[in-house]
């Protein structure tokens, strides 16, 4: 009986670098001085009311015309091209307390703020914490570490990042489309694409909710009620081949992380952008890989590199297979992603060591 091939992915995700590099107006938003004023009077508001942060709301965070244009963007991030830049948020002239409560303030019009570590941090600090040492110890995840951080998708529907501080050298942020890298594999390499299809087990980096394994079981690609879902973290199915139980990796599949890799890398998929302080970032983690090159601080602490980073899950979203409930504690759109783990608390840290 012969086996039906695939058929490629077809949406407003899959692109290639040139496409995108020919539009930039479409996917890079700078704030007006309205916006940042906007902005500006949202904060003051906030400061004056007295609220912890994790209390403030979009109703507390007024943004009368910057608002609505937030919310287009999250859509259009979950349903169309998968990412989207804006510029200009004045971090210059705030204090990380007030770049903190601005970000989040920012983030309630995007969706529901989930934790991303093992410590429950609602806003996470990307920063090198370990002096330039994190990869000695495996179990570190590569955003606290200056190392290059290979291709990989994040724990909720939505990633966002801000930037505060660039480093001296390096850092480049680079991302593509997954539904490209499938059709690209899906014409080279099919059978990578199988095996890209059926099972893989990834390491949870000792963050591990009460009742749950140490690694979880996902695909690369699952196809699932119109959409190509992608769940790719390329050192992480290395690492959980220390776990008991866990079946070796074959060399098919080693092989086809390394063809994955290099596709995602390719000149005509890859967009590259260096954040400057002030920019944001947001990714939908289901259409979208992402990665980073390693890179070199200052010796100066406060001119270190720094972004704020925020896991979001919209009100809105792509239906996810109940596989997916085992990493996403649930595929309730609207609730899902995150990290939980016994004991912890969610909370906003303003200290990157914290």
């Known amino acids: 009986m012969t086996v039906q091939q695939p058929l490629p992915v077809q949406d407003p995700s899959v692109w290639t670098a040139s496409q995108q590099n020919a539009r930039p107006e479409e996917w890079c938003y700078v704030l007006s001085p309205t916006d940042v004023a906007e902005i500006d009077a949202a904060l ?28 287009q963007f999250v859509k259009e991030v979950v349903d169309g091209r998968g990412f989207q830049i804006i510029k200009g948020v004045p971090v210059h002239r705030y204090t990380a307390a007030e770049s903190t409560t601005v970000y989040w303030g920012l983030g309630t019009y995007w969706g529901k703020i989930v934790p991303q570590n093992k410590k429950a941090h609602l806003i996470g600090h990307v920063r090198d914490i370990h002096k330039g040492d994190g990869l000695k110890n495996p179990i570190n995840r590569v955003y606290s570490t200056n190392a290059a951080e290979p291709w990989h998708v994040d724990d909720a529907d ?21 539904g490209s890298i499938y059709n690209r594999l899906l014409q080279s390499h099919p059978d990578y694409v199988q095996v890209l299809s059926e099972d893989c087990y990834l390491d949870r980096k000792n963050e591990i909710p009460a009742g749950k394994k ?36 074959t060399p ?53 590199r720094h972004l704020l980073r925020m896991w979001i899950t919209p009100e809105q979203g792509w239906p996810l297979p109940e596989q997916f409930a085992d990493r996403y504690h649930t595929v309730e759109i609207g609730n899902r992603g995150g990290i939980y783990c016994p004991n912890e608390s969610p909370y906003v840290p303003l200290d990157p060591y914290q």
Not at 158 to 170: P, R, W
């Open 44 to 71: 003051l508001y906030v400061q004056h009311k007295g609220l912890a942060l994790t209390d403030v709301t979009q109703q507390d965070f007024r943004l009368p015309t910057l608002g609505p244009k937030l919310k």
């Open 158 to 178: 939505v990633v966002g990042l801000l930037c505060l501080s660039t480093a001296k050298e390096g850092g480049l942020t680079s991302w593509s489309s997954s």
């Open 214 to 249: 140490p690694y979880f079981v996902l695909p690369v690609f699952t196809r699932h009620k119109g959409h190509l879902c992608c769940f790719y973290a390329d050192n992480y199915y290395q690492l959980c081949q220390r776990h008991e139980g866990v079946p070796g990796l």
């Open 252 to 304: 098919t599949q080693l092989a086809a992380f390394a063809e994955f890799n290099r596709v995602a890398g390719l000149d005509e998929l890859r967009m590259d952008m260096k954040l400057q302080p002030g920019d944001i970032q947001l990714l939908h983690n289901h259409s979208i890989v992402h990665c980073r090159s390693g890179f070199t601080d200052y010796q100066e602490e406060e001119r270190k």
